[in-house]
């Protein structure tokens, strides 16, 4: 009876530190997120413009942005045959939306050219390198979005935001990001998620529809990257 309590105990702990050995950290998802969607190739990529559409309460908007990597980017609307932009630099910004009365391009406030700036920074809105850029984080087990297995991640950022992130258990691809935002004084929770990843022809994978819940979904026709900008289009019209 001695030696199979014995036997048990060792079955026990072996299975135990098989577990321990099988669960994955944080920083191990991170890696093979940052692997799957293409690694070091990111840091190859200077430019990147997108084309899409948004649909949000029955409504379809014309969306292309263009980035130069940590320069400039610009952000061009098309509503209801109205078109507008917002251009951020590394020392200002310009909006011009006549959609919401604006008759010409007026310069942004000095907060919001900063608070826009990491918009300008290729691998951080694809969230690339997510481990570089998180402070804490804690794993959560794991939970089902749409039809994926996935772990599911907090992570608090070097600047104290807090998002749960949705790894893919099987690609490691980012499928879903949840966090609070603040929206006319009011804490809300918003979602991102994420669906029909393409791979380009530099090696980085990129998805092409985000699905942002009571925002609307956006759908992206064409990504293109490393394609030569002329930079005048960071200038405000005249």
């Known amino acids: 009876m001695k030696t199979l309590k014995l036997t048990i105990l060792a079955s026990a702990l072996l299975l135990g530190g098989l577990s321990t050995v099988s669960a994955q950290t944080a920083d191990e998802i991170f890696s ?3 692997a799957a969607v293409g ?40 509503l209801m045959g109205t078109q507008g932009y917002t251009i951020v630099t590394k020392t200002e910004g310009w909006s011009f939306m006549p959609m919401m009365g604006q008759t010409a391009a007026e310069a942004m406030k000095a907060d919001d050219v900063k608070n826009s700036q990491d918009k300008l920074d290729i ?8 481990k570089s850029a998180a402070a804490k984080t804690e794993m959560l087990g794991k939970e089902k979005i749409g039809d994926a297995d996935c772990y599911k991640v907090k992570v608090v950022d070097k600047g104290n935001s807090e998002k749960t992130m949705y790894f893919d258990a099987n690609t490691y691809y980012l499928v879903c990001v949840k966090e609070k935002a603040e929206m006319q004084g009011q804490s809300v929770d918003v979602s991102q998620t994420y669906s029909d990843f393409k791979k380009l022809d530099e090696g980085v994978v990129v998805p092409m529809k985000i699905d942002m819940g009571m925002q609307g979904v956006v759908t992206f026709q064409n990504v293109e990257v490393n394609k030569p900008i002329d930079e005048s289009v960071f200038k405000p019209a005249k």
Do not use: P
């Open 39 to 78: 690694g070091d190739n990111w840091n190859k990529i200077n430019s990147m413009k997108t084309v899409g559409s948004a649909t949000a309460q029955g409504m379809e908007i014309g969306m292309t942005n263009t980035i130069v990597n940590n320069k400039a980017m610009r952000s061009d609307i098309t």
């Open 32 to 34: 093979k997120h940052y």
């Open 123 to 130: 691998k951080g809105i694809n969230n690339v390198d997510i």
